[in-house]
């Protein structure tokens, strides 16, 4: 068993481990459940899958949480003010929108065997068509760790970034 963690501590001691692009560090990763601390500005335009739940506490200052609804094909935000708690659940495509100075927690069940996360990017803008424009999918063991060469082989492709319906090129 671990011992219990200083939050207001940890952050003084280690904040340059919240950096972008995930900007996130593991602080628990135990048998059920997997807990991170999350801080801004990130620098993440994917959506994220993953069909357990994930609990997010917004410790220092604001966050948006842009989510896809698969029914509606459109994109809404939820803001997460400082002291607010959200549970949000399983399935739903998430973009986590951190800004500077911003501190959070996220806690996430851990997968179970053969259930598979996503990173999926869309056509997004005045301009985009809405269509999914690449998606990888990986069975998630660390967050922290898997999700950064997943961001940056997309950044760095081309055609990872151009949308197969209306040709436009993603960030």
Known sequence: MLPPINFPKWIA????????????????N??????????GPNA????????????????????????????????????????????LPGGIPHNPIRYADTI???????RPEGVLDELRWYCEGPEGCGEVVYSERFYCTDLGTQLKP???????SEEKRRCKNCGRLGE
């Open 13 to 28: 001691e280690n904040a340059h481990k919240l950096k972008p692009p995930v900007s996130n560090f593991c602080l628990y």
């Open 30 to 39: 135990e048998k059920d459940f997997t807990v991170m601390a999350l801080g």
């Open 44 to 87: 993440r335009n994917d959506f994220h899958v993953n069909q357990t739940e994930e609990w997010f506490y917004q410790y220092k200052g604001s966050m948006d949480l842009k989510i896809h609804d698969s029914d509606s094909r459109s994109f809404k935000t939820i803001t997460i003010s400082q002291g607010d708690m959200f549970l």
């Open 104 to 110: 959070g927690i996220v806690i996430e069940r851990k």
């Open 150 to 156: 997943v961001i940056e082989g997309y950044k760095a």
